[in-house]
Protein backbone atom coordinates (compact mmCIF):
# COMPACT_ATOMS: atom_id res chain seq x y z
CA UNK A 1 0.00 0.00 0.00
CA UNK A 2 1.21 3.36 -0.95
CA UNK A 3 1.61 6.58 1.38
CA UNK A 4 -1.23 7.86 -1.08
CA UNK A 5 -3.66 5.02 -0.41
CA UNK A 6 -2.70 5.41 3.23
CA UNK A 7 -3.89 8.75 3.12
CA UNK A 8 -7.16 7.56 1.45
CA UNK A 9 -8.30 5.36 4.32
CA UNK A 10 -10.90 6.70 6.98
CA UNK A 11 -9.48 7.00 10.50
CA UNK A 12 -11.09 3.67 11.53
CA UNK A 13 -9.33 1.36 8.83
CA UNK A 14 -6.11 3.30 9.76
CA UNK A 15 -6.70 1.62 13.45
CA UNK A 16 -8.09 -1.53 11.98
CA UNK A 17 -4.34 -1.63 9.78
CA UNK A 18 -2.73 -0.83 13.35
CA UNK A 19 -3.75 -3.33 14.78
CA UNK A 20 -2.72 -5.86 11.97
CA UNK A 21 0.02 -4.86 12.52
CA UNK A 22 0.74 -5.35 15.75
CA UNK A 23 -0.71 -8.47 15.51
CA UNK A 24 1.96 -9.52 12.78
CA UNK A 25 4.70 -7.76 14.92
CA UNK A 26 7.02 -10.22 17.38
CA UNK A 27 7.87 -7.20 19.30
CA UNK A 28 4.07 -6.52 20.38
CA UNK A 29 2.36 -9.90 19.26
CA UNK A 30 1.26 -10.67 22.70
CA UNK A 31 -1.13 -7.79 22.79
CA UNK A 32 -3.04 -8.99 19.74
CA UNK A 33 -5.58 -10.29 22.80
CA UNK A 34 -5.98 -6.94 24.71
CA UNK A 35 -6.69 -5.31 21.25
CA UNK A 36 -9.61 -6.78 20.53
CA UNK A 37 -11.49 -6.38 24.32
CA UNK A 38 -13.79 -3.14 24.82
CA UNK A 39 -14.88 -0.97 21.74
CA UNK A 40 -12.77 1.17 19.30
CA UNK A 41 -14.55 4.40 18.97
CA UNK A 42 -13.77 7.16 16.34
CA UNK A 43 -14.88 10.83 18.26
CA UNK A 44 -13.43 14.24 18.80
CA UNK A 45 -14.76 13.87 22.73
CA UNK A 46 -14.49 11.28 25.16
CA UNK A 47 -17.60 11.13 27.41
CA UNK A 48 -19.20 14.70 25.75
CA UNK A 49 -15.08 16.03 26.97
CA UNK A 50 -12.94 17.45 24.13
CA UNK A 51 -10.22 15.19 23.09
CA UNK A 52 -7.59 16.18 21.14
CA UNK A 53 -5.53 12.82 20.83
CA UNK A 54 -6.55 9.35 22.22
CA UNK A 55 -7.16 7.71 25.49
CA UNK A 56 -8.71 4.77 27.21
CA UNK A 57 -11.21 4.46 30.01
CA UNK A 58 -9.65 1.33 30.93
CA UNK A 59 -11.63 -0.90 28.39
CA UNK A 60 -12.66 1.30 25.36
CA UNK A 61 -10.54 3.20 23.71
CA UNK A 62 -11.04 6.58 21.85
CA UNK A 63 -9.38 7.83 18.57
CA UNK A 64 -9.42 11.49 17.59
CA UNK A 65 -10.20 11.01 14.01
CA UNK A 66 -8.25 13.80 13.10
CA UNK A 67 -5.53 13.30 14.92
CA UNK A 68 -5.54 9.87 13.45
CA UNK A 69 -5.18 11.12 9.92
CA UNK A 70 -2.44 13.20 10.98
CA UNK A 71 -0.70 10.36 11.73
CA UNK A 72 2.07 7.73 9.54
CA UNK A 73 1.33 3.90 9.87
CA UNK A 74 4.38 3.61 12.62
CA UNK A 75 3.51 6.56 14.65
CA UNK A 76 -0.28 5.27 15.00
CA UNK A 77 1.00 2.24 15.70
CA UNK A 78 2.60 3.70 18.77
CA UNK A 79 -0.58 5.16 19.68
CA UNK A 80 -2.88 2.10 19.77
CA UNK A 81 -0.42 0.30 21.67
CA UNK A 82 -0.01 2.58 24.01
CA UNK A 83 -3.32 2.95 24.97
CA UNK A 84 -3.63 -0.53 25.30
CA UNK A 85 -0.75 -1.45 27.24
CA UNK A 86 -2.94 1.40 29.62
CA UNK A 87 -5.38 -1.81 29.47
CA UNK A 88 -2.92 -3.89 29.83
CA UNK A 89 -1.49 -2.29 33.04
CA UNK A 90 -4.71 -1.81 34.70
CA UNK A 91 -3.72 2.31 34.98
CA UNK A 92 -6.94 3.44 35.47
CA UNK A 93 -8.30 0.87 38.18
CA UNK A 94 -5.11 0.31 39.68
CA UNK A 95 -4.22 4.29 40.42
CA UNK A 96 -7.66 5.45 40.65
CA UNK A 97 -6.90 7.34 43.70
CA UNK A 98 -4.06 9.54 41.55
CA UNK A 99 -6.71 10.04 39.12
CA UNK A 100 -9.02 11.45 40.97
CA UNK A 101 -6.34 13.43 42.86
CA UNK A 102 -4.54 15.29 39.86
CA UNK A 103 -5.72 13.67 36.24
CA UNK A 104 -3.40 15.21 34.25
CA UNK A 105 -0.33 14.28 36.53
CA UNK A 106 -1.59 10.77 36.59
CA UNK A 107 -1.68 10.19 32.97
CA UNK A 108 1.54 11.70 32.47
CA UNK A 109 3.15 9.91 34.76
CA UNK A 110 1.12 6.47 33.90
CA UNK A 111 2.29 7.95 30.10
CA UNK A 112 5.58 7.40 30.92
CA UNK A 113 5.93 3.98 32.24
CA UNK A 114 3.37 2.60 28.91
CA UNK A 115 5.87 4.84 26.65
CA UNK A 116 9.15 2.99 28.06
CA UNK A 117 7.60 -0.39 27.87
CA UNK A 118 7.45 0.50 24.04
CA UNK A 119 10.57 2.03 23.40
CA UNK A 120 12.12 -1.03 25.19
CA UNK A 121 10.22 -3.55 22.96
CA UNK A 122 11.09 -1.80 20.02
CA UNK A 123 14.43 0.63 20.71
CA UNK A 124 14.98 1.41 16.90
CA UNK A 125 11.52 2.02 15.64
CA UNK A 126 11.08 -0.62 13.35
CA UNK A 127 7.26 -1.10 14.40
CA UNK A 128 6.37 2.16 16.58
CA UNK A 129 7.30 5.64 16.68
CA UNK A 130 6.44 8.53 18.75
CA UNK A 131 4.03 10.78 16.97
CA UNK A 132 5.75 14.07 16.54
CA UNK A 133 2.73 15.97 16.59
CA UNK A 134 2.95 15.60 20.54
CA UNK A 135 5.88 15.79 22.72
CA UNK A 136 6.83 12.06 23.92
CA UNK A 137 6.59 11.62 27.37
CA UNK A 138 9.77 9.05 27.98
CA UNK A 139 12.76 9.63 30.29
CA UNK A 140 14.87 6.76 30.88
CA UNK A 141 15.11 8.11 34.26
CA UNK A 142 11.68 6.54 35.34
CA UNK A 143 12.83 3.19 34.27
CA UNK A 144 11.65 0.74 36.90
CA UNK A 145 9.51 2.51 38.82
CA UNK A 146 5.67 2.60 39.27
CA UNK A 147 3.19 4.99 38.43
CA UNK A 148 2.77 6.06 41.33
CA UNK A 149 6.58 6.71 42.01
CA UNK A 150 6.78 8.98 38.57
CA UNK A 151 4.02 10.86 39.94
CA UNK A 152 5.52 11.82 43.34
CA UNK A 153 8.65 12.57 41.39
CA UNK A 154 6.80 14.46 39.27
Aim: charged share 20%.
Amino acid sequence: MSNTDYQDLSAQDRIIKAHISIMRSKQFCMFAGVLSVGKVIVADNHRGNPMKTACTDGRDVTYNPEFVKSLNQKQLVFVVLHEAIHKVYQHMKLWRNLFKENPQLANHSADYIVNDAIVIADPNGEVAQFPTSIPPLWDIKYRGMTTKQVFDVL
